[in-house]
């Protein structure tokens, strides 16, 4: 398996613009997470789901985060309007339920100017 | 919710020294304890778990210890190398579908 993919690895767009980012978790995994990175906040979980369904939204900062997962094998999180204090590395990762291990995208690096 | 301290946020050790570092956690009901390891611009990666129902586990030179009355987990690598040099986060789980939250992370420095 190629791993959990993300896409993509850099963005830099200007404030106001809407930003997409895009998840492919590994085969057989049920759960999928987002996180965001800083060197302020460290791992922030942003929001999980379970079976295509979310479970816990209450780390998304804002309206203007929003998050799908319209089948098993694709997630996106997108941002519309961003702001300057959304750059971040923004890492989607899954896993079995149950098993624990969490496995992590590369990671698509966010600079909003 | 759960809320995990992580200790110390940096540590610096000298090549063959050991590094200690240490996390608490708030919520009892916590039962999976791992450790993720991120290399500079790498994705994190786990290196080692407990579960809570075992004290203690070891794999070579990487040990992981877990106290469930004080709620408080370490993690101790021995004859540190200079590949040990990254940012290492504790987590903790808890709830059926796996929340998972993290220590604010602790930047290890071993110098040759």
């Known amino acids: 398996d190629a791993g959990v993919i993300q896409s993509p690895r850099h963005e830099v767009t200007e404030m106001g613009q809407e930003v997409t980012l895009r998840c492919k978790p590994i085969s057989g995994h049920n759960s999928l997470f987002w996180y965001r990175q800083t060197m302020m906040r460290g791992l922030e979980l942003l929001i999980y789901f379970n079976n295509n369904v979310p479970i816990d939204d209450s780390g998304m900062p804002e309206d203007r985060f929003s998050a799908k997962m319209p089948n098993a094998s694709f997630s996106t999180l997108k941002i519309q309007p961003s702001e300057p204090r959304d750059s971040a590395v923004y890492f989607c990762?899954?896993?079995?339920?149950?098993?624990?291990?969490?496995?992590f995208g590369e990671g698509s690096r966010l600079t909003v100017l | 919710g759960e809320n995990v301290e992580q200790h110390p946020s940096t540590l610096s050790v000298q090549e063959g020294d050991s590094a200690v570092i240490k996390c608490t956690y708030s919520?009892?009901?916590?039962?999976?304890f791992p450790w993720y390891k991120q290399e500079l611009g790498k994705r994190p990666q786990l290196i080692i778990d407990?579960?809570?129902?075992?004290g203690e586990k070891k794999d070579q030179r990487i040990a992981v210890t877990l106290n469930k009355t004080a709620k408080h987990f370490s993690l101790h690598i021995t004859e540190t190398q200079p590949e040990d040099s990254a940012v290492y986060f504790c987590?903790?789980?808890?709830?059926?579908?796996?929340?998972?939250?993290f220590g604010t992370g602790t930047k290890l420095q071993v110098i040759p």
């Open positions: 919520d009892s009901a916590s039962n999976y």
């Open positions: 407990i579960r809570s129902n075992v």
């Open positions: 990762a899954s896993s079995t339920q149950g098993a624990g291990e969490l496995f």
């Open positions: 987590a903790a789980y808890s709830g059926g579908y796996q929340k998972v939250t």
